[in-house]
């Protein structure tokens, strides 16, 4: 027994390491400047929080700690280098910042005429001490370097006040000189910051912001913009080795080609990452693309002027930021000057968005260059810790650790807690209530749906966005909510006859029991249209999700001033009548008549698929044989899959149970199928433009603020799916503007609707915001989408959308949703329960909700 | 044995740098992720490429990585996944939540293991065994994150006995932190219990049934004497090496059970680094994981010396 006793004492201290480990050290070590949250979401642990008292001046001490999870936490918020959603969390929810100006419902604080409470919202001041005021003439006459047309005089340059008591977390003071350092040090050269592309480039960019950012960066200049061509620049005694092609812009390579273009004369191939490794053309280098597309005689000729060029430093080094369009023009006074003319929403909610606001001696502190192979680089710490945070809004950060959780307290520095202004008027009892009643807010990174759920069960989260096994349990919920998004998911059906009779000449093809020719007959495609209930195909494979009619989504905003949509217009109702064949003529109102549209239509389909039977019979893309009315083949739709799931199962059945339904009693009962294709990864959809699958639920997501911006994604090449076998320039449309029936092609009315001058009948016409009336916008937006859905490449189907269970401890103070206002945010929000109340009331019910 | 361990020390250091090359040029090979036409970040970020060097041919930059980690310890900054931070703080600021999980794991599973291993050979062919050898199958079939989804749903939803999550903060060694990591140790350790107890009964049950153990017990040693002076020494020589793997492991954590018990670990730094193509961070995981591979491969070659005297390299020849 003696001789035991060495190993078994080994074992025991081993086994007593770990209490040992667990029994020595205290929680008192936390990270260098970090203060951990009294409750990060642990269990068992004493709540910090007093408890609340039955009087109403208890109201003040109670504790409101709103419990978020992410499943990526933010690692990065600096305003000026933050690439992702994830890292624009605090931004996002206006948590850390503050905006110049923002919106609000119109409460009876903020009433609108001609509005219900709380049916719209306004805009007011936030930081801004008053609205801004246009100095377009003065600026003009003063500061020509801002380089202000001649010809404007309204709607380039603006002043804003600001308020005196705007302060960091720490209480420095914010003042216009702090805007203007800050925007300097976004668009600094030597900084390259990701988010000054933001600030330099596109519609709502500042005066000279781009040639202060870029200056000392060659640029490339095509061919086009300089008026000439590449003969004739060849012509004047310039080598090949001057001529660059724009590779990022025409073939989409950026990697290892500096900048993204080279000279046409490089052989230097360089990876291609929208094709497959492996496939032809997966590397490709400038004198290929050269060579094989852009030279004269090649395909894409007629695109040279806007790829090929040269490059030029057109920004020169050292240009001075006293060129910039944003000054102090007083203490707390800033005026902007935009290389663009705007008013009202745009200019107060996107062009004078502030959120590259930074503390600029903390900024500066967190600087760094290091040496690089090519000279040195900076980088910035700017925040990504709480010591290297600053914030001017609600809230300020006061825990952070990287990949795990933060936690946010009030920011007492904040102007908007004592400025009387952040009030509401509660609709339900027209009491009015202070915003921002969230005392604290913590946030987990919590990447499992299923932890997820549980922990909101139990009470220790404040939603759960709804996953594809919950709805059956929670869609009717009083606590679930339905949020609509932007995209709608439309059926791509395959139309490039050159391809399909390829592949029906394969040797491995059965054309006698085989047909893949038939979906491109218009007939079927019509039929197609109207085969599928949509409601009831969301309610069975997506049920977040709703029925879609139009090409454009149902929160799409064509009016930012009023919040109205464009599918709540009356061109837009017209457009989906008579692409669903209602005659508006048989109901009320247009109202009732659009309202009527289900896309579901089964007898008309039965008829077109009859049609489409003898059509195709007729064709020769199918055969009856044997004479007894009934297709010999199968028409065989193949869905391109990036990866199998049960979504797509359900989906598949879903349709080919309709096609069942909507072809009974025709020759084609039965042999109408969709089939998977094999798992195509990201290039399922470079197979569905090249016409080797068939079909496929997609859908585009645009700015939710502009609607008309969304054509060009169906006449651009690069974005259309059928680009290979649809040419929208060769597709005329016509719209009666101003009493003149204007005619052109669909790929020029959207240029025109996206602000470029376009020419009709030799008049030049700009369709652009504020360019025209925004009635002959809608009109035109209205006719394109349905002159597109008329080509029945595009069938919509589903709208997209969320729901998610929101707890018990909190509600909306507004239930509906608003795509300008969403459900108002964490300001508008009210608790049922404090934290201590919440504890009990949990713990009341054993710990496990019931939603 | 001096002059084996040299030879085998500059092996390693050749190794080392060959396969850090090969990774260094390999990650740098991968195609940037594709932005929109047109998009005007384009131009941001092929300039900063530009000025991170990443156009230079690959031997110049592997020559300044070098130069930098050598001299200064400088293993650079984080440009995608922690932008603007140096990537050895981020690997060492997540390096202990995995230790500290992994460790636990072991320090209650090897034991555990071992003994189980034992009890089951020396009960070898009775119900005894039967039952330990079928729930060893069992276990090690399922996948960890399977129980950890069971632990967290009986233990901390349905028993409330443990926060659903790892605490926050690095009070690594506080016992609210024991408790909040017991589920994700629990998770872990069912595996590696199941694996030592298969492990040590499978050489266990070889070696009982050696001579040299019959030899044992006619010399006049009780079974407890034979089975731990001779039979568990000899099977040391294997147990010890697996030993040596999972220490190792306890430095790469677990990605899975990082994700489910929110454990800001280390598990899936250099998976996200190749994903999201943050060069340093790669190449500083994989510098490392490389460099503890051949360490812990030298250490057990080394150690199969000191546990078993036959396998002692070129001694006295």
């Known amino acids: ?851 | 044995m001096l002059k084996y361990t040299l030879q085998r020390i500059l092996y390693m250091i050749f190794v080392f740098l060959i396969i850090v090359f090969m990774c260094f040029v390999l990650i740098r090979m991968l195609p940037q992720p594709l932005l929109p036409p047109n998009d005007p970040h384009t131009q941001v970020i092929e300039m900063r490429r530009e000025a991170l060097g990443y156009n230079e041919p690959y031997i110049v930059q592997f020559g300044l990585f070098l130069k930098n980690v050598v001299t200064k310890f400088d293993w650079g900054y984080s440009e995608k996944l922690y932008f603007g931070q140096e990537v050895w703080s981020i690997f060492i600021q997540k390096l202990p939540a995995s230790m500290i999980v992994n460790l636990y794991s072991i320090v209650l599973s090897i034991p555990i293991g071992i003994a189980l291993g034992i009890f089951a050979a020396l009960k070898k062919n009775t119900w005894i065994d039967y039952t330990l050898s079928t729930l060893t199958m069992v276990v090690i079939s399922v996948p960890s994150f399977v129980y950890a989804l069971v632990v967290q749903y009986i233990f901390c939803y349905k028993l409330q006995l443990f926060p659903f999550l790892m605490k926050s903060g690095t009070d690594w060694f506080s016992w609210p932190m024991f408790v909040s990591v017991v589920p994700a140790v629990m998770s872990l350790s069912f595996g590696v219990i199941a694996g030592f107890t298969r492990t040590t009964r499978a050489e266990l049950t070889e070696v009982l049934t050696s001579e040299f153990m019959l030899l044992a017990r006619t010399k006049g040693l009780t079974k407890a004497q034979a089975t731990i002076r001779h039979a568990l020494r000899n099977c040391f020589v294997v147990i010890v090496p697996a030993i040596f793997g999972e220490f190792i492991g306890i430095l790469g954590g677990s990605l899975i059970i990082e994700r489910i018990f929110s454990i800001p670990g280390v598990g899936g730094l250099t998976l996200n680094a190749i994903h999201g193509l943050d060069y340093n961070i790669f190449i500083l995981t994989t510098c490392f994981y490389t460099a503890i591979g051949l360490m812990a491969s030298l250490v057990v070659d080394i150690s199969y010396g000191f546990i078993d005297p036959r396998i002692r390299m070129g001694a006295k020849k």
């Open chain 1, 1 to 851: 027994m003696k001789k035991m006793k060495k190993p078994f004492a080994l074992l025991m201290a081993t086994l007593l390491a770990a209490s040992t480990l667990a029994a020595c050290g205290d929680n008192a070590e936390t990270p260098e400047g970090t203060e951990q949250p009294a409750d990060s979401g642990q269990q068992g642990e004493a709540e910090t929080t007093p408890a609340p008292e039955e009087d109403g001046g208890a109201e003040e001490a109670a504790s409101y700690i709103y419990k978020d999870s992410v499943s990526q936490l933010c690692t990065n918020w600096n305003p000026h280098t933050y690439q992702t959603n994830d890292d624009a969390y605090l931004m996002n929810g206006a948590l850390t910042i503050s905006q110049l100006y923002t919106t609000v419902y119109n409460d009876e604080l903020h009433p609108v005429d001609g509005l219900e409470p709380y049916a719209g919202y306004v805009i007011v001041p936030e930081m801004a001490a008053d609205f801004p005021t246009d100095v377009t003439e003065a600026v003009k006459a003063e500061h020509p370097e801002f380089g202000i047309p001649e010809s404007a005089t309204e709607g380039y340059a603006w002043t804003v006040p600001l308020r005196d008591d705007l302060k960091w977390d720490n209480g420095t003071v914010i003042n216009a000189e702090t805007f203007v350092e800050s925007f300097k040090r976004l668009l600094d050269p030597k900084l390259i910051n990701y988010r000054a592309a933001d600030a330099y480039d596109g519609t709502y960019a500042i005066a000279n912001a781009m040639e202060y950012s870029l200056s000392g960066q060659p640029a490339f200049k095509s061919f086009g913009e300089m008026g000439t061509t590449y003969a004739d620049y060849i012509a004047e005694g310039h080598t090949d080795d001057e001529v660059y092609v724009d590779m990022n812009g025409f073939w989409g390579v950026t990697a290892a080609t500096k900048y993204g273009f080279a000279p046409i004369t490089d052989d230097t191939m360089v990876r291609d990452p929208a094709v497959e490794e492996g496939e032809d053309e997966d590397y490709v280098s400038a004198k290929y693309l050269y060579d094989n597309y852009l030279a004269a005689g090649q395909p894409y000729e007629p695109y040279a002027a806007d790829y090929l060029g040269i490059v030029e430093y057109p920004y020169e080094a050292g240009y001075s930021y006293d060129n910039v369009g944003l000054y102090a023009s007083g203490e707390n006074e800033l005026t902007f000057v935009f290389k663009n003319a705007f008013d009202g929403y745009y200019l107060m909610m996107y062009a004078m968005g502030t959120t590259w606001l930074v503390d600029p001696e903390l900024y500066d502190s967190c600087l760094s260059e290091q040496e690089t192979a090519s000279g040195s680089v900076w980088s910035s710490t700017y925040c990504t810790s709480v010591e290297t945070s600053r914030s001017y809004g609600p809230y300020k950060l006061s825990a952070y650790q990287t990949d795990k959780s933060m936690h946010l307290v009030r920011n007492e520095n904040w102007f908007g807690y004592t400025d009387g202004n952040h009030k509401y008027v509660d609709p339900e009892d027209h009491e009015t209530y202070d915003m921002w009643q969230t005392t604290e807010i913590d946030v987990q990174q919590i990447a499992e749906p299923t932890t997820n759920k549980t922990m909101f069960l139990a009470g220790q989260l404040m939603g759960y966005a709804l996953q594809a096994e919950d709805f059956d349990q929670y869609r009717n919920s009083e606590y679930c909510y339905s949020t609509p998004a932007e995209t709608v998911f439309f059926l791509i059906l395959n139309g490039y006859k050159n391809v399909i009779e390829d592949r029906e000449q394969a040797a491995d093809f059965d054309q006698a029991t085989t047909d893949i020719e038939t979906i491109t007959l218009n007939s079927f495609r019509r039929a197609a249209a109207v085969t599928f209930d949509r409601e009831l195909m969301a309610a069975t494979v997506s049920p977040a999700r709703s029925g879609g009619y139009g090409l454009v989504g149902s929160v799409y905003i064509y009016d930012p001033e009023s919040g109205a949509t464009y599918r709540d217009t009356d061109q837009a109702k017209r457009a989906l009548c008579k692409f669903y064949s209602v005659d508006e003529s048989q109901y009320a109102s247009l109202d009732e008549a659009a309202d009527s549209i289900t896309g579901y239509d089964p007898e008309t389909a039965k008829e077109l698929y009859t049609q489409a039977y003898n059509e195709a019979l007729e064709a020769g893309y199918i055969t009856d044989a044997d004479g007894d009315g009934v297709c010999d083949q199968t028409i065989t739709i193949t869905y391109a899959i990036s990866q199998d799931s049960d979504f797509m199962t359900k989906t598949i059945d879903f349709m080919n149970d309709s096609f069942d339904k909507a072809t009974e009693g025709t020759p084609l009962y039965q042999k109408i199928r969709i089939v998977k294709s094999a798992p195509l990864g990201n290039d399922w959809s470079d197979q569905l433009r090249d016409g080797l699958v068939d079909t496929c639920l997609a859908g585009w997501t645009g700015s939710r603020m502009d609607p008309f911006g969304l054509t060009d994604t169906w006449t651009n090449s690069r974005s259309a799916y059928d680009a290979q076998w649809f040419d929208p320039s060769t597709v005329s449309m016509t719209v009666n503007v101003d009493g003149q029936d204007l005619t052109t092609t669909l790929d020029e009315w959207s240029k025109g609707l996206n602000g470029t001058m376009i020419s009709i009948d030799g008049q030049d016409y700009n369709f652009g915001y504020g360019m025209v009336d925004t009635e002959v916008r809608l009109d035109i937006l209205a006719e394109f989408e349905s002159t597109l859905m008329g080509v029945y490449d595009y069938i919509p189907i589903l709208q997209d959308g969320g729901m998610s269970l929101l707890s018990q401890q909190v509600y909306y103070v507004v239930e509906d949703y608003s795509p300008v206002m969403g459900r108002g945010g964490i300001q508008y929000m009210k608790y049922n329960y404090s934290e201590s109340e919440w504890d009990e009331y949990v713990q009341s019910q054993n710990g496990q909700l019931q939603y």
